[in-house]
């Protein structure tokens, strides 16, 4: 089991251990980007209390991402993945198309089970829950979809594997 320590900006570090055994695809996919350096100095951009925060955009504003996409690993996608999408989950995030997802993620802020089977979890925050409750708390949304302004985006100083 490898471990993801995400480091952000003024709010500390979050330890997520991701489940290759669910999702192999998502995990090679988002430590291959966190070994490379691809998060470092991205943002979290889309943050929704009482749902999730988003980040891992290179262009900041939730349409960018990595040189490449990856096969969505979800039920409606034709794969069996038993990670449930409750408080502390990380996920990928993805377009309309189910083999949209690239480098941005998620990490559930509270039970949202509503995108099982349709979103690929690939692990579980084991410590730092605090620190995405403080980023949630903090957040300040320029419109209903969670948008934060640029200069108001928690940075992800780095992600290393462990």
């Known amino acids: 089991m490898q471990t993801a320590v995400i480091n952000v900006k003024n709010y500390g570090t979050i330890r997520v251990e991701l489940n290759e055994k669910e999702a192999p695809i998502s995990v090679k996919n988002f430590v291959e980007l966190a070994q490379a350096g691809f998060y470092n100095g991205l943002t979290f951009h889309r943050i929704i209390s009482g749902f999730m925060i988003q980040g891992g955009d290179p262009n900041g504003n939730g349409t960018g991402g990595s040189k490449h996409t990856i096969k969505g690993e979800f039920q409606q996608n034709g794969v069996k993945n038993t990670i449930s999408h409750v408080r502390g989950t ?9 083999n949209s997802a690239s480098s941005q993620f998620f990490i559930v802020h509270s039970d949202s089970k509503f995108l099982d089977g349709g979103y690929t979890g690939f692990g579980t925050v084991t410590e730092g829950m605090e620190v995405v409750d403080s980023i949630c708390n903090d957040a300040k949304p320029a419109d209903g979809n969670g948008t934060i302004r640029r200069a108001e985006q928690p940075i992800i100083e780095s ?3 462990e």
Do not use: G, N
Request: aromatic content about 0%.
């Open 90 to 98: 990380i996920s990928m995030a993805r377009a309309m198309d189910p």
């Open 159 to 161: 992600i290393a594997i």
